[in-house]
């Protein structure tokens, strides 16, 4: 860890642009860079402990305001944290609403518990089903080839910002309708709509400039119905509150998409740029994953649990006076499930700091559990593993750049490498 009393300063974060780098470290860019010691520290003194995860590592809280006076917790046990994550009733989602509120606006998946998530939930989950992975699939490759086609002939380059950050919200944006050339301010919009990634005011203002620009595309889909489109599902799907079968309100549209774009970006970029930098880091794996592909989804799902890009589960609100291992959480309290540190649990997956993608396989909480498990986890492995199989067929001597400083990886909430600078053969 570094300086654990640092502030947070914009020329911390990760990014190329003073927003991106602004918004990373808010969430704990530049500020903590291993916090695995600190986790294993703790460890000695049970599964939970008092504060926020920012608190523990003496990291300005960015969530701090939205609940000033309420005893905050964080698990760090595998057991626990599933416990917590499952038991929707006791810990609910109910609290994040007031932290997501300017950024999801009434419609919010993550901060709705049963039986108004389900209702959601149902409505969303079709289009991230196995069967629907075509949907998704068929913007990826042709992104991915026409990325590297653009940089393959300098034989070296930033591969974290030029390929891995440029391909998630490529995609999610395709998938949406939206022209591509306003991918790019698009992919604005979806950083700032990231829980606490940007102030209020400006989550606000992306949410809104989100709302006005999809609203054109749902209408049209309303008229003109497209096969195979994730807009046209929403348009014509229907949801009963209690007077019947009806159709999606634009309101409630619009709202769903706002839950998805920053949900699904910068998570699945981040665990290809921290892939990267664990394969360029290990070149006799790198060269065997590139002989063997079987290994690729074993190498991606080992990352997911050795250094995911989602610190912490979003925190749940106890509703009532309840215990944690023995320690009393007061009704009230919030509760944040800390998914790094419970996916290096001893007492769950054996040395768990050392990254070995043959391990035996075990249930990791990498896209948590329970309700409010992951929707678009299938999306993201489809994705991941394109992306890197991509790379190791047309960068096949692919190795970190000797001329530019080794990378870091770095963040509380959100882990990413601070960059990937490689160099290839063109
Ligand atoms: C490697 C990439 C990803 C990781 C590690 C990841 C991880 C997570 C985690 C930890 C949660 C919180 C669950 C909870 O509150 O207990 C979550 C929720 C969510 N994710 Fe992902 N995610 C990834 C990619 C995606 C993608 C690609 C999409 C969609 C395109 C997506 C959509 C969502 C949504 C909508 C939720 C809220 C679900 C709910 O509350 O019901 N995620 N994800």
Redesign the pocket.
Known sequence: MKDSTATITKAQGVGRSDWERETTSRTGAGAVDDPYPKFAELRQNGPIHHGSTFEIFGVPDPTRDVWPDAHRFTIISFAEAEQV?RDAETFS?AGIRRMTEYVFGPVS??GSDDPE?RQY?LL?QPA?ARKSLSM?SQFVRPRLDELIDDFIAKGRGDIYFDYCAQF?VYV?GMALGVKREDLEQFHEWAAKLQVAAAPPDEARAAREAVHRYMLDIVNERRRAPRENDLITLLVQSEIDEGEGLQKLSDEQILGLIS??LP???G??Y??LGITLVTLLERPALLAQVREDRTLVPVVIEEV?RWN???LV??PRLATRDTEIAGVAVPKDSIVE?C?AAANRDPAQFENPDVFDPFRPQKPT?????????????Q???M??VTALNALLDRLPDLRFDPDQPQPTLTGLWYRMPTGVPAIWTP
Request: glycine share 8%; aromatic share 8%.
């Open positions: 994550l989602n998946l993550m998530h939930r969303v991230f998704w998630p999610i839950n998805l949900a699904g970006a998570t699945t981040r665990s997911l995911g890009p989602v589960a979003p499930c998914i909480l990498s896209f948590s559990t329970g309700p409010h498990f992951c929707v678009g986890s999306v993201a492995r994705e991941l």
